[in-house]
């Protein structure tokens, strides 16, 4: 069954043909509808398993971070912990401009 990261994957970038993840045949990168909570943990640590053997998991994680990708376990990270990176992105980048206005105005 081709999975929506087969098809994501396809336009993302010469790194993809080294993904370890190319044939999810077990479905492990994203989650089926209405998975209960302990199934979605352990589907998602198994994904992380398999990106921590991964030679393109910086490429795939930085890919899922910028693009944004909403869905599924990219570069080891799941959809909420990428949230989390993006939201700390932010903070810092604001926290750049702030300071370099104060300094240009100095
Ligand atoms: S890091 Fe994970 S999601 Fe990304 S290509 Fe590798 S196995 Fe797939």
Redesign the pocket.
Known sequence: MPSQ?MHAREQVGPWHSE???RRDEAGL?FAPSKEPTAARLSREEAAKR??AR?P??VE??EHALVQPEPYG????LTAAERRVVQARRRRREAEIQRTTRIAAAG
Not at 73 to 76: A, D, K, L, P, T
């Open positions: 990261r993904a370890v993840c990168f398999v990106c991964c393109v998991m795939c994680q376990v990219w570069g080891g």
